[in-house]
Every structure is written in structure tokens, then in C-alpha cells.
């Protein structure tokens, strides 16, 4: 009897630790998804060495950091031979802003004709990264807390 | 296109991307061509970067500090952004480098190894401050194109070198000289061996200054391949695009210089302030020289959480340009009340200065601390966004960090 309760006990023991243990590893995984979030959030995408060089996720093409969408293979055709898509992606303009871009890359810097895909280049560009209004100051954003104490004699 | 021709691009461009280095040359490269794809290159560690520096680009290399990482009174390399327009050279050699001086301004061009350079001229050494044109293009509205820097783009590191104007007067410069251009080594980005990639300048007045240096050394060591090894021209207080880095030739012009990215809108503004958004025509468009006052908080980092009660040591760099800084000021109230801060003088004209302060807090709460530095004429930094321009130059608007106090 008390051999078999001592056993039974040892069981609910184990049970509370294996317990205890997915609640610490799922903290710590919700942690990092948390962090890892922020960090997309706040850093700028770039291109990176993937084994799928088509992967996407989360709507992002992961080789080269450009959003997915109609167009895109012909903007990595066309624009990610010269330089990262990262001067793509930091960018925002309407149409008129993305055609000049792209005038002024034919007329001083070697960039090609880019025939039938031409119209659809600049549809995909000003879909994917047309302006936004950030008005005259912005709200300081992505704040990092952190305690001083200690830090500040 | 032919179908061939539309596939081979494709592969290419996603091989390109894909080892991350300059494989590409114009749609013309042989099928078949067979590329070995390397490691992601570790960009970091390859150049010597602190890794709390942020990557904007790494085709063309642009990296940029973050305000804490520049507290330093001189810039390590380590924290020292990057600004590239074109590739890396390859295989730089200080043994067989070669300088050559020309021009419609020259009487006669020549030129100099490094070595001839280094023993006959004297050496001096400045600390100055190199600050791209587009530091805190990001804020912009409507948004400017092309890297979106924050505030990171700035540096005051030790160069030394042999003076331009020395240099110049060796060779013997005639009367109608008006500007000094440079030509580097960079390579352009479509992989065109013939194109130069920028070859920007400046005007005799810069030029003859003592503190124009062709630079071999930097901290105390050569420059660093990223930042111009073997030899680069180092222009304090203007745009850095001005300081030419893999510097191979001058050429002293009888006329404005007129190489790559000396043309509007590049590095110009306009000559007379516009609203926001505006087209501007190319004749309306100014060069810009001097840089305007400016500075950053660079102690504690933002985000810090301090306890009620105590006051919080502040310090950073303030510069201005061609002048100096006279005060710098922080505001706790979003520029209601300003405080005056400690300022050093320069350790020479077109270094920056070191600022500090003790700030104390009123109550708990969210606070932004702003500093807002003053020139030698009396001209301060704004709190909102300077003039609006089309390549988002100039921005000088305030730095601010967020503090809370529980």
C-alpha cells in the first residue's frame, strides 16, 4: 500500500515537473517569437542566403526581402542584379516617382529597357511600396527599455 | 527578349543575389557560365562592424552607427558608418599606388606614389567630422529616395595625411583653377569597368584649407579597406561624399567639376526653399558645401528607465559645418524650457565638440530628453524637419532620447 502511494506520488511529481518544464520552454519560445517580431518589425529587410532561393513567408520573399505579389519575379529579374532589393525596399513613391527612378538608373547608370515587363515593374512598386505620410516629426517608435541602475555613477 | 535570353537573366539575377557579391555584367554574360556560390558574406565581421550597427544595404555595402555606439570622442572604426556607392576594389596595394594629378588647371599633370607622398610633404593629423549628406533622409516627408539613414551617418575619426594644398602647390596650379575633383577605384554596381561610379569634389577655397588632408592613416593606422585604404581625400564639415575614398586621381578644373554625382539633384539642394513635394528644376538646384549645425545625444542609449529622484548624467558631439559650436541646450518640456550644457571646445576647427549635462526630473513619467546645438552666427538646429528637398538632404532636426522615470 504505502510503496504503491509512494509511487503514485512519485507519478503526480513527475507529471508537475514535465508540466513545469513545458511552461518554462513555452515562455521562453513565446519570448522569443515576441522578440524575434519586434526585430523584424523594426529592422530593415535584406537579402540573405536561403537553401529555397522561392521560399516566402509571412508575404516576404526571403532572399531578397521584397514583398510577394504580382511582379516580383520580374522585380528580382530587373532590379537585384546591381544592387539588394534593400534600395527597393527602404524606398516609398507613387508611379511617378518609381518611373523617374527607374529613368534616371537607364539613363546614367546601365540599367536596360525593361520591355513588356516594364508596366509591370512599376505596378508591383507602387503597390507594394507607395508613399506614406510621416508628417513634419514622428513619435519616437520600437523603444527598447532598459533599466540605468548601475550604469549611471 | 528571347526566352533564352529572359532565363539566363533570371538564374543570374537570383545567383547574383543569392552569393551576395558582383558577379553581374549586363545581360551579356556566356550561357553556361558557371558561378560557385559562397557563404553570406558576414559583413561584420569582414569589416571590423559592432554589431549593434544596422545594415541599410549590403549591395552596395551601407551601414550606419546608432546614436549610442558614436559616444566615443573619436570614432573607432568599429562604429564608423559606411557609405558606398559602387563595389569594394579588389586587391588594394599601398605598395604600387599611384596618384595622378591632372587637369585643364595643372601646369603640367604628374603623378606621385604613395610613397613619394608620404616623404615629401609633412604629415599632420586633424580629427574631423565626416557626415553624409543624406544623415536623417528617413524622416522626410514626402520621402526622399535612396538610403533611408537615420541618424548613425556621422563620424569624427583622427586622419592623417600629407595637406592637398601642399601637394598642389608642388605641382603648380594655374590662375583659373576653380574646383578640385577626385576619381577613386570603386567599381560601378552594373560591373562596367569603363564607368566611373562617383567622382565628386570641391572648390579651391576648401581645397587650400590646412585641414584638407590626402589621408593614409586613420586612428593611428592605415585606413581601413572599407573607408579608402590606401589613400583618400578627407574634406571636413562638407557632405563625406566630398571626401573621395581609393583615391587614384585629381583633377584641378578650370570650371565647376562635373564627374558622376556632382550633377543635380545629386548632393544639391534647392537654391531657394520650396514646399514639400515640389519638382525642381536642375538649374535650380545648389551644391551643397558646408554641412549645418547638428548634434546627438549619445549617452545613456534611448529607452533608458532610471529611478525617481536622482539626476541622470547626458553627454554626446556637437558640429557645425565649416563653423563652431557656441552652446548646446537640452529640453526635458519638448523645447518649452531649455537648459545649457557643458561644451568643449574643439581639439581642432572641423572636429566635433563634447557636450554633457546633469539632468534632474520633476516626476515620475515619460520623458524625451532633445538637445539642440547653436552655431558660431547664431543659428540653431530646428525641432521639425528642416526644408523639405528632393534627395532629402540636410536633416538637422534635433535628436531626442526617451527616458522613463519610475
Known amino acids: 500500500m504505502k510503496k504503491r502511494s509512494s509511487k503514485k506520488e512519485g507519478n503526480s511529481q513527475y507529471r508537475m515537473m514535465i508540466l513545469a518544464g513545458f511552461i518554462v520552454i513555452f515562455t521562453f519560445l513565446s519570448i522569443l517569437v ?13 537579402e540573405v542566403l536561403v537553401r529555397d532561393p522561392e521560399r516566402i513567408e509571412n508575404g516576404i520573399h526571403l532572399r531578397t526581402g521584397l514583398k510577394a505579389g504580382e511582379g516580383m519575379e520580374a522585380v528580382i529579374r530587373h532590379c537585384t542584379p546591381c544592387h539588394s532589393a534593400s534600395l527597393v525596399t527602404q524606398n516609398r513613391m507613387d508611379a511617378a516617382g518609381w518611373e523617374s527612378t527607374i529613368r ?12 513588356e515587363d516594364h508596366e509591370l515593374v512599376v505596378r508591383y512598386l507602387t ?16 523603444i527598447e527599455w532598459y533599466s540605468l541602475d548601475g550604469q549611471n555613477p | 527578349m528571347n526566352r533564352r535570353g529572359f532565363l539566363s537573366k533570371t538564374s543570374l539575377a537570383a545567383l547574383s543575389a543569392a552569393i551576395g557579391t558582383e558577379i553581374f ?24 562592424k559592432d554589431r549593434d550597427m544596422v545594415i541599410l544595404n549590403k549591395r552596395p555595402i551601407n551601414i550606419e552607427a546608432r546614436a549610442h555606439l558614436l559616444n566615443d570622442d573619436v570614432t573607432p572604426e568599429r562604429c564608423m558608418f559606411v557609405r558606398n556607392n559602387g563595389k569594394v576594389p579588389v586587391e588594394l596595394q599601398a605598395e604600387n599606388w599611384e596618384l595622378l594629378i591632372d587637369g585643364e588647371s595643372v601646369r603640367q599633370g ?30 522626410f516627408d514626402p520621402p526622399a529616395k535612396g538610403n533611408q539613414w537615420t541618424v548613425g551617418a556621422v563620424s569624427c575619426a583622427t586622419w592623417t595625411g600629407v595637406r592637398l594644398r601642399d601637394v598642389l602647390r608642388e605641382v603648380g596650379i594655374k590662375q583659373d583653377a576653380v574646383y578640385v575633383g577626385y576619381h577613386a577605384a570603386d567599381l560601378h554596381l552594373s560591373g ?20 584638407t588632408l590626402l589621408a593614409f592613416e586613420m586612428n593611428g593606422k592605415p585606413i581601413p579597406e572599407i573607408h579608402g585604404f590606401p589613400l583618400r581625400l578627407v574634406a571636413g564639415g562638407w557632405p563625406a561624399s566630398v571626401s573621395g575614398k581609393w583615391l587614384k586621381g585629381l583633377s584641378v578644373r578650370n570650371q565647376v567639376h562635373d564627374g558622376p ?3 543635380s539633384p545629386s548632393y544639391r539642394v534647392p537654391c531657394d526653399p520650396v514646399a514639400p513635394g515640389t519638382e525642381v528644376a536642375d538649374e535650380n538646384m545648389c551644391i551643397i558645401e ?33 563653423l563652431q559650436v557656441k552652446e548646446v541646450s537640452y529640453s526635458i518640456d519638448f523645447g518649452a524650457t531649455w537648459q545649457e550644457c557643458t561644451l568643449d571646445k574643439p581639439v581642432n576647427r572641423l572636429a566635433w565638440q563634447n557636450f554633457r549635462a546633469a539632468v534632474t526630473f520633476p516626476s515620475e513619467g515619460y520623458y524625451e530628453i532633445w538637445a539642440r546645438a547653436t552655431d558660431s552666427r547664431g543659428v540653431s538646429q530646428p525641432m521639425v524637419l528642416p526644408g523639405w528637398n528632393p534627395k532629402g538632404y540636410l536633416n538637422n532636426a534635433c535628436h531626442r532620447i526617451a527616458v522613463k522615470v519610475v
Open chain 2, 192 to 211: 562596367d569597368p569603363r564607368k566611373e561610379v562617383i567622382s565628386r569634389g570641391i572648390p579651391m577655397a576648401k581645397a587650400m584649407q590646412e585641414e
Open chain 2, 290 to 322: 558646408s554641412m549645418p549645425v547638428k548634434s546627438l545625444i549619445t549617452y545613456p542609449r534611448t529607452g533608458a528607465v532610471l529611478e525617481t529622484g536622482r539626476s541622470l548624467r547626458i553627454n554626446g558631439h556637437a558640429w557645425a559645418g565649416e
Open chain 1, 34 to 46: 515576441i522578440l524575434t517580431m519586434d526585430a523584424l518589425e523594426e529592422s530593415q529587410p535584406q
Open chain 2, 110 to 139: 604628374r603623378s606621385f606614389s604613395l610613397e613619394e607622398l608620404k616623404t615629401t610633404f609633412p604629415h599632420y593629423s586633424y580629427n574631423l567630422t565626416l557626415e553624409c549628406g543624406g544623415n536623417g533622409r528617413s524622416e
Open chain 1, 127 to 142: 503597390r507594394e511600396y507607395p508613399v506614406e505620410s510621416k508628417g513634419r516629426r514622428q513619435a519616437l517608435k520600437n
Open chain 1, 104 to 115: 534616371w538608373m537607364q539613363e546614367t547608370q546601365n540599367l536596360w529597357d525593361l520591355g
Open chain 2, 261 to 263: 554625382k556632382m550633377e
Open chain 2, 25 to 48: 555584367y549586363g545581360a551579356q554574360i556566356p550561357a553556361g557560365y558557371r558561378l560557385i556560390a559562397e557563404q553570406d558574406p558576414d559583413l561584420f565581421a569582414r569589416y571590423h
